[in-house]
């Protein structure tokens, strides 16, 4: 079926930018109210410009050939355009220019948008976002040589069975030094980074369809992992042999009672600590991975561990709030931590964000509103997914809700007599 186009050229000069009077002329394709602007590599005195008949004035020799010029570039634009329409393809004032410049974006690759998409984040996204990235990028190549037996294909050979084979392929792959294959959700996850690089080859135009419009995500519900009040406990006090152990743990404790992630921990500074509303010591730093302004009143228990290390040589000489170590060698330490108290769960050191949503705030009755917005989180949806509401706080929630009752129950008997 055919799809009427409104389509026109239009010629004009970049004045603004004119040196010595002369400026760069340009033809204007729109195809259907958008644009795109093509340089002729050709130069006009702006004085000879005739903004009404868009031609350069006079008879001389100079301003005929940019006149003829003018007057075949409308002829090959028009020429591209029929062709187009002809072939029944999918116009865009893009793919018009594309094929003037002979850059066709039939021709443009899935290696193509993966640079590109590289280059746009490199300076907009958390390192561990791109890291992220860049782990998907790996197993999208190592999915073309295997699968496909090439190293690159064209993005409009993208289809719905590509997306279905890619996952196919993650689901049956076996990461490195992992003894079982990935998980669904990690798949889902490499799946949804290969969407967003997709849809941005789309709004470029350099497809005329998204080969996922018809894909949804399945996650499967999970549970995360935390610390119980009693091994809170344990882990708070038991007697460590050694400093580095000791160090980490306070960490840690410091993540439970705070909230603040590892990444944004280590970025920590005396200038990250002001007075709340309530006259008590905040900590106000921002996500590194969102970005999102987040504010923590200090209990007590993170006074103390900030207070511990106010002196110590690391914190002095990094100028940071904790001593810091790397990630590896944290996660590290808290199974040879994990070991030693007698934890039995695989302890990271997210794990501990997870135990200040449940064990410390939502168990202890604060609302999860509150505890959405100390975790920065924007979206509820995403805090009832950390922090679960616990079976001790249903249990107690449902004895108050029976005491409530009878009590009413009393009053009722009463005022009966």
């Known amino acids: 079926m055919k799809t009427s186009h409104t389509f026109s050229i239009l010629f004009w000069i970049n004045s603004s930018r004119a040196t010595k009077g002369n400026a760069e002329l340009f033809a204007r394709v729109t195809v259907n109210g958008k644009r795109a602007n093509i340089g002729l590599k050709r130069k006009v005195p702006i004085s000879q410009w005739d903004s009404k008949t868009k031609k350069v004035s006079g008879t001389g020799v100079p301003s005929k050939q940019i006149n003829n010029h003018i007057e075949q570039v409308r002829a090959r634009l028009y020429d591209i355009y029929q062709e187009l329409k002809y072939k029944d393809e999918f116009i865009t004032a893009q793919l018009i220019k594309a094929k003037y410049n002979g850059e066709d974006d039939n021709s443009k690759t899935l290696q193509e948008i993966l640079k590109y998409h590289n280059r746009k984040i490199e300076k907009t996204l958390a390192p561990g976002t791109i890291r992220n990235f860049g782990i998907s990028e790996n197993y999208i190549n190592r999915f073309l040589q295997k699968k496909l037996k090439t190293s690159d294909i064209y993005l409009r050979k993208l289809d719905y069975k590509f997306i279905s084979d890619f996952e196919t392929f993650l689901a049956g792959y076996y990461p490195a030094g992992h003894p079982k294959a990935m998980g669904n959700n990690t798949v889902m996850k490499h799946l949804q980074r290969l969407k967003k690089i997709i849809t941005l080859a789309y709004h470029l135009e350099w497809i005329d369809k998204d080969p996922f419009i018809r894909w949804k995500p399945t996650y499967e519900s999970t549970q995360r992992e935390f610390l119980s009040s009693n091994e809170l406990s344990n882990l708070e006090t038991y007697p460590l042999p050694l400093e580095r152990l000791d160090r980490v743990r306070d960490l840690f404790v410091f993540s439970c009672y705070t909230g603040i992630s590892y990444a944004d921990i280590i970025k920590l500074t005396s200038d990250n600590i002001v007075l709340g509303i309530d006259g008590s010591r905040w900590i106000v730093t921002k996500r590194q991975k969102t970005k999102v302004p987040v504010k923590v009143p200090?209990?007590?228990?993170?006074?103390?561990?900030?207070?511990?290390?106010?002196?110590?040589?690391?914190?002095?000489?990094?100028?940071?709030?904790?001593?810091?170590?790397?990630?590896?060698?944290?996660?590290?330490?808290?199974?040879?931590?994990?070991?030693?108290?007698?934890?039995?769960?695989?302890?990271?050191?997210?794990?501990?964000?997870?135990?200040?949503?449940?064990?410390?705030?939502?168990?202890?009755?604060?609302?999860?509103?509150?505890?959405?917005?100390?975790?920065?989180?924007?979206?509820?949806?995403?805090?009832?997914?950390?922090?679960?509401?616990?079976?001790?706080?249903?249990?107690?929630?449902?004895?108050?809700?029976?005491?409530?009752?009878n009590h009413k129950k009393e009053e009722q008997k009463v005022s009966s007599n």
């Open 298 to 405: 200090l209990l007590d228990k993170a006074e103390i561990i900030i207070e511990k290390y106010s002196e110590h040589p690391v914190t002095l000489i990094s100028e940071t709030l904790l001593p810091v170590l790397t990630n590896e060698k944290i996660n590290l330490y808290l199974k040879e931590i994990a070991d030693a108290v007698g934890i039995k769960k695989n302890l990271t050191f997210h794990m501990a964000r997870h135990t200040f949503a449940t064990t410390v705030t939502l168990s202890n009755g604060v609302p999860i509103e509150t505890v959405s917005k100390l975790l920065g989180h924007t979206k509820l949806a995403t805090t009832q997914i950390y922090a679960r509401v616990l079976d001790k706080k249903i249990s107690a929630d449902m004895n108050n809700l029976r005491q409530k009752l």
